[in-house]
């Protein structure tokens, strides 16, 4: 079974990133799919090697996904593949969560007649409001990304039978 251009294949790809380069997680990624279609017996021990072979050769995402073409994800076991945005949501969290504050402590400071200890609570409370909001924030995030199980069940409608 041969993969076309639009089918969901084995390999970390997706639109547009088959020209960027692979990483060593990727190849590894990759080489853990197709331990899992050998043991599926999928493939025979030599095209493992020769595959694994080209995995260690390959340099981008197209090259990978050549490797594991034929391979159908669903039942190669494989993950999904690392969000590529992930550094640029973790500067975004950083700024929200120290910058961010930071300024609107500044500009509630500004004027005369503020004492010590208001240069000290409302910092203090401005960063804690921003925290609270962004922890809230995440964790609703979460929660609406993974379904809960219902309670004492498995999940089947069995109820631990």
Do not use: N
């Amino acid at each position: 079974m041969v993969a076309g251009p639009d089918s969901e294949t084995a390999a970390p790809q997706s639109r547009g990133r088959g020209g960027l380069r692979a990483s060593h997680a990727d190849r590894e990624q990759v080489i853990g799919t197709l331990k899992t279609a050998f043991v599926q017996g999928r493939l025979t021990e030599d095209e493992l090697g020769e595959r694994a072979g080209q995995v260690y050769a390959s340099r981008t995402y197209a090259e990978l996904a050549g490797v594991t073409a034929d391979l159908p994800a669903e039942h190669a076991g494989a993950r999904s593949p690392r969000d590529p945005w992930r550094a640029t949501k973790i500067a975004w969290r950083i700024e929200y969560s120290v910058l961010l504050p930071g300024i609107v402590s500044l500009l509630l400071l500004k004027g005369p007649g503020k004492t010590g200890a208001d240069v000290i609570i409302m910092p203090t409370v401005v960063y804690l409001l921003f925290w609270i909001l962004g922890a809230s924030l995440m964790i609703a995030s979460r929660s609406a990304k993974r379904p809960i199980a219902p309670a004492g069940g498995t999940g089947d409608g069995t109820a631990g039978r």
